[in-house]
């Protein structure tokens, strides 16, 4: 009895197909491949794998005008918008800084009672509850990195603003201030 003989895949036709082709050109040579290029393989999916996070998340940010109207007058920022379930669960954790002027909105949708705590948080964060009407109800200034305890809104709130640690008293941010955003209708 006669083996078989596979066809061996055209190279050109898989390089002018998908932008995936050359990873499928590997897996066409994985029973000739040997050990050290399975380690190989194995090593380069590992780095994609680790690096499409990040790539995802710093690729995703769109920054939006926010300011907040104080008794020292208007401190404007560019804030990182939250909206969905996971960009409020990821939030800025891992993060290992964040720029004075810049942020990031939590938007919930309605007004409800918030809780937020800092794990995986790496840096200290001014927590900025906003009101359904944009006054800031109430803020958590430095929050503890790392932190599992829970840091509660003063009753119901619409967003959270994090800033920086030390942000909010440096500008002179405070309860009853408004915050001019498109999510809070001025009247």
Same mark, same amino acid.
């Given at each position: 009895?006669?083996?078989? @003989? *596979?066809?061996?895949?055209?190279?050109? /036709?898989?390089?002018?197909? +998908?932008?995936? #082709?050359?990873? =499928?050109?590997?897996? !066409?040579?994985? @029973? *000739?491949?040997?050990?050290?290029?399975? /380690?190989?393989?194995?090593? +380069?999916?590992? #780095?994609?794998? =680790?690096?499409?996070? !990040?790539?995802?998340?710093?690729?995703?940010?769109?920054?939006?005008?926010?300011?907040?109207?104080?008794?020292?007058?208007?401190?404007?920022?560019?804030?990182?918008?939250?909206?969905?379930?996971?960009?409020?669960?990821r939030g800025l954790m891992y993060r290992t800084e964040l720029k004075p002027d810049t942020g990031m909105l939590f938007d919930f949708k309605l007004p409800q009672p918030?809780?937020?705590?800092?794990?995986?948080?790496?840096?200290?964060?001014?927590?900025?509850?906003?009101?359904?009407?944009?006054?800031?109800?109430?803020?958590?200034?430095?929050?503890?990195?790392?932190?599992?305890?829970?840091?509660?809104?003063?009753?119901?709130?619409?967003?959270?603003?994090?800033?920086?640690?030390?942000?909010?008293?440096?500008?002179?941010?405070?309860?009853?201030?408004?915050?001019?955003?498109?999510?809070?209708?001025?009247?």
């Amino acid at each position: 009895m006669v083996p078989r @003989r *596979r066809r061996p895949i055209e190279a050109r /036709r898989l390089r002018e197909s +998908a932008p995936g #082709a050359a990873f =499928l050109m590997m897996f !066409a040579r994985f @029973r *000739r491949a040997s050990w050290l290029d399975l /380690r190989a393989l194995c090593a +380069a999916l590992l #780095a994609v794998a =680790l690096l499409l996070p !990040a790539a995802g998340a710093a690729g995703a940010a769109t920054f939006e005008a926010l300011s907040i109207r104080t008794a020292k007058g208007t401190v404007d920022f560019k804030v990182e918008v939250a909206q969905t379930d996971a960009e409020r669960e990821r939030g800025l954790m891992y993060r290992t800084e964040l720029k004075p002027d810049t942020g990031m909105l939590f938007d919930f949708k309605l007004p409800q009672p918030v809780y937020m705590w800092m794990k995986n948080t790496y840096i200290p964060l001014d927590m900025v509850f906003i009101a359904a009407d944009g006054r800031i109800a109430n803020i958590a200034e430095n929050t503890t990195p790392l932190s599992t305890d829970v840091i509660a809104s003063d009753g119901q709130v619409r967003a959270v603003l994090e800033l920086a640690g030390g942000t909010a008293r440096a500008k002179g941010i405070a309860v009853g201030d408004r915050v001019r955003y498109r999510l809070f209708p001025e009247k």
